[in-house]
T-cell receptor, first 112, second 113 residues
Framework: EAQVTQNPRYLITVTGKKLTVTCSQN?????MSWYRQDPGLGLRQIYY???????DKGDVPEGYKVSRKEKRNFPLILESPSPNQTSLYFC???????????FGSGTRLTVV | AQSVTQPDIHITVSEGASLELRCNYS??????LFWYVQSPGQGLQLLLK??????LVQGIKGFEAEFKRSQSSFNLRKPSVHWSDAAEYFC???????????FGSGTRLSIRP
């Protein structure tokens, strides 16, 4: 089954404790992206990657890092999480020509 | 500026009634348009998409949307809603070479029994 898999689904952490949210897709998509979803704001792009070793900032990249060492994986790294990064995070991938994204099930992160 | 506006934050309709969710966009290039649905605790599922051609597009779960270029709109419709349609709906716009798609802030749909 074609899918984007994120882990963990839920995470509670403390301010300043580094964490990584993993994302993996099995569709051989070149393009992957991270979004965060906050009430009333819709989904905002954090980072994206057009291919292996090619990443770029989205609209709200501050406080986040990503890496793309292989095509299937695109982890999101929070080096020093803060409470304003409490949010619902989605990883997504798409094939060529922007024919719609496939989203993961989301990771609900709480930073206390 | 590129943007998507969903003017209705929350809509309640009776089961069996018709539904229309509004979406207006501002986009410099020829847009690709999408509607996604998010059920509680779930990820986003693509309902339908418009790239070109017939401006009335059919999607999954009985939904359809009409692209009106003159009004910069892409409204979502369903003739008769079911209780299982209660969810949040997102309109989005993008382009073939774009690095992202831009989402509206969403419309939450509640169904009255």
């Amino acid at each position: 089954e074609a899918q984007v898999t994120q882990n963990p689904r839920y995470l509670i952490t403390v301010t300043g404790k580094k964490l990584t949210v993993t994302c993996s897709q099995n569709m051989n998509h070149e393009y992957m992206s991270w979004y965060r979803q906050d009430p009333g704001l819709g989904l905002r792009q954090i980072y994206y990657s057009m291919n292996v070793e090619v990443t770029d900032k989205g609209d709200v990249p501050e406080g986040y890092k990503v890496s793309r060492k292989e095509k299937r994986n695109f982890p999101l790294i929070l080096e020093s999480p803060s409470p304003n990064q409490t949010s619902l995070y989605f990883c997504a991938s798409r094939g060529p020509n922007n024919y719609g994204y496939t989203f993961g099930s989301g990771t609900r992160l709480t930073v206390v | 500026a590129q943007s998507v506006t969903q003017p209705d934050i929350h809509i309640t309709v009776s089961e069996g009634a018709s539904l229309e969710l509004r979406c207006n966009y501002s986009y410099g290039a020829t847009p690709y348009l999408f509607w996604y649905v998010q059920s509680p605790g779930q990820g986003l599922q693509l309902l339908l998409k418009y790239f070109s051609g017939d401006t009335l597009v059919q999607g999954i779960k009985g939904f359809e949307a009409e692209f009106k270029r003159s009004q910069s709109s892409f409204n979502l419709r369903k003739p008769s809603v079911h209780w299982s349609d209660a969810a949040e709906y997102f309109c989005a716009v993008g382009a073939p070479s774009a690095s992202k798609i831009i989402f509206g802030s969403g419309t939450r749909l509640s169904i009255r029994p």
